[in-house]
């Protein structure tokens, strides 16, 4: 095999020119430029080429073959057979065959081409006695039919590159809507694999194609071994984030798409028990049975220095085996190919420690107990002291999120157990931090509102916005052993013990308030992060949707509900915050003299508005200009308004 760059070489003395009987005019520039380098020409046309291979291809033992991209493979096979060498001459230069034998786009470079002694040893690629030249696709794949014009165009410029994008996009989700796992054998000359595919690309001389660009490695033509790609989903979810990864412009990927497989091999046959549609180069077949074969160096043909500069030739005698992401349990292949579910489903075997830990977190260990009453303790003093770094220790310390993970899953899967041993705990631990909190809230000799404490009683949907993802990345965190070392900021992010002591502390004081305003808190988180860890272990799969249905019924019942109650704290905070935004931007004129309000807090108790605000200027209103404020302020916002005003000097 020839490398690097190509110098002039002989021409073959004698030659056959194979020709259809339509491409006379192309016929005569072969004759013209065979007769000035003095070429004996035997014509044949196609048909009788065809008819009678082997009486023609023993006049001469090299042919040049006038081609299309249908008949490039039937020269191609009959060569392998015959052993006469080949040269190329494109009748549509803008074609596939062109582009993957970098076949010079000049017709008289490449008639010089085909007509030259220099004939080299290829590989060819066969799908049960097919010649295969560009490369076989099976199944339903995202790739388009590369003997498309919008495929064939795609690199001309970026609009037919966005034209060709489109058309794959729509290629794709008409796939997506038709999709079908099949439960096949796939078998080398050393291994055998019985899994579940969606599809399978096995590239030749196509290397450009979208499929190879979804390798994490290169690829050679001239390797003695055939790439195929295998595609084999577990989900609807993997497919598609498959789908956006062959939409990427990319030469190629960093690592293999959880939705790709990759096998380098001479030899692989693919056994299904019913036929399976694909196509060699576009043209359509079906079979029970496929076998590829690469026969290494098995035609001589002569090829361009174009072709030399993209494929290396090299032996090479060993398999590349990328196949950890094939679906091989017999489980999770009866379970896709019955259904292709939207989640990937987490097998018994990927989830059994899982299980095992989420089990341990529902019961009420003494340590449970131990941490729940310490960080109560330090939660409460925290609240007292106005201090916010002591407070954050007791939310690392509080051992809450571990039961509210376990009845999550315990509702996902509709485990009776696991839910009622995690609401024991939960509720043991609730009475431990109430308890714990009010009987300081009655010891400590003063009751004194910190900011600590006021900032948990006026809970809105923000606290159950930050409750759900605190849910999905604590539900995350225990499905993902590396990431458990986070938990730590998801309990710090929640705040579960902070609010369960200021209800304490509401018990000890007898502040119905404090009461119903930490409480709603607390249960918004609870219902928050249980509701959110459940939809994020079953976007892992631990739970098929049809089993999950009762338990997200129940989950979107208690998030509703919970809901209410938030959206109209949070509709009263809007109006406050109005409220005061329109009376601080807003100058009045109170009987000739122009006020400015600053510093305003406004609270609104039944109908009426309760504003606080303070005036600055070079002396006090007068009554009667407080009552004209206060009149202006009425109107404005059509309510009764209790309007309290401090004066500040200005000198």
């Given at each position: ?447 004194e509102l910190t900011t600590e404490i ?193 004066f500040r000097h200005r000198i």
């Amino acid at each position: 095999m020839k490398l690097g760059k190509r110098i002039a070489h002989e021409f073959f003395q004698k030659a056959l020119v194979i020709h259809p009987a339509d491409q006379f005019p192309l016929l005569s520039k072969v004759h013209s430029f065979a007769l000035t380098h003095e070429i004996e020409l035997i014509d044949i046309s196609e048909d009788e080429f065809f008819e009678r291979p082997g009486h023609y291809a023993d006049q001469t033992g090299h042919v040049v073959a006038l081609v299309t991209d249908q008949t490039a493979s039937k020269y191609i096979d009959l060569a392998k057979t015959m052993g006469f060498s080949l040269g190329f001459v494109p009748i549509n230069t803008g074609g596939p065959l062109s582009a993957w034998f970098r076949l010079p786009k000049d017709i008289e470079s490449a008639i010089r081409l085909a007509l030259e002694d220099d004939p080299e040893e290829i590989d060819i690629l066969r799908c049960n006695d097919e010649v295969v030249l560009g490369m076989l696709t099976l199944g339903e794949t995202p790739f388009l039919n590369q003997r498309s014009s919008t495929y064939l165009r795609r690199e001309q410029s970026l609009w037919r590159f966005t034209l060709y994008w489109l058309s794959l996009l729509w290629h794709s989700l008409q796939n997506l809507i038709k999709i079908k796992v099949e439960p096949v054998t796939l078998k080398t000359e050393k291994k055998e694999f019985k899994t579940a595919i969606t599809g399978l690309v096995a590239i030749e001389n196509d290397i450009d194609c979208a499929a190879a660009r979804l390798l994490d490695t290169s690829i050679s033509v001239q390797d003695s071994r055939v790439s195929v790609v295998v595609i084999s989903p577990k989900s609807v979810v993997q497919y598609l984030a498959f789908l956006m990864t062959t939409l990427r412009r990319r030469a190629s990927q960093a690592r293999l798409p959880a939705a790709i497989s990759y096998i380098k091999t001479r030899v692989l046959s693919i056994h299904s028990r019913t036929p399976m549609k694909y196509y060699i180069d576009g043209r359509p077949r079906k079979s029970e049975n496929i076998c590829l074969e690469l026969y290494p160096r098995a035609v001589r043909v002569n090829m361009s220095d174009a072709y030399h500069d993209r494929h290396e030739a090299k032996d090479d005698n060993k398999d590349t085996m990328k196949v950890d992401n094939l679906p091989q349990s017999a489980e999770r292949i009866a379970m896709i190919a019955k259904h292709l579910p939207f989640f990937t489903h987490a097998l018994e075997d990927d989830f059994r420690e899982l299980f095992l830990q989420v089990r341990e977190s529902a019961v009420a260990h003494p340590h449970y107990i131990a941490l729940m009453v310490l960080s109560s303790i330090v939660a409460t003093l925290g609240l007292f002291l106005n201090s916010t770094a002591v407070i954050i220790g007791a939310m690392v310390l509080a051992p809450l999120m571990a039961p509210i993970i376990a009845i999550a899953m315990g509702l996902l899967r509709s485990d009776r157990n696991i839910m009622i041993q995690s609401a024991q705990t939960i509720g043991i631990g609730v009475l431990l931090g109430l308890i714990t909190s009010s009987l300081l809230a009655w010891m400590v000799p003063m009751q004194e509102l910190t900011t600590e404490i006021t900032a948990r009683v006026q809970p809105t949907l923000l606290d159950l916005g930050v409750a759900i993802a605190c849910g999905i990345a604590g539900a995350y965190a225990y499905a993902r052993a590396t990431v458990m070392r986070s938990l730590p900021g998801v309990a710090i992010a929640v705040a579960l013990v902070p609010p369960l002591c200021v209800a304490g502390i509401g018990v000890g004081w007898g502040n119905l308030t404090m009461i119903s305003g930490a409480g709603l808190l607390l249960l918004t988180n609870l219902v928050g992060i249980a509701g959110a860890a459940v939809l994020t272990f079953l976007a892992l799969g631990y739970a098929p949707v049809k089993r999950a249905r009762r338990g997200l019924a129940v989950t979107a019942s208690l998030v509703g509900a919970i809901a209410i109650p938030l959206a109209f704290a949070f509709a009263s905070i809007y109006q406050n915050w109005n409220i005061e935004r329109d009376t601080q931007q807003r100058r009045f004129l109170a009987l000739g003299q122009t006020v400015q309000l600053n510093n305003i807090s406004v609270s609104i108790k039944q109908d009426t508005i309760y504003i606080s605000a303070d005036h600055i200027g070079s002396e006090p209103l007068t009554r009667a200009q407080l009552l004209e404020l206060k009149r202006q302020l009425e109107e404005r916002w059509e309510s009764d308004v209790v309007l309290e005003i401090g004066f500040r000097h200005r000198i």
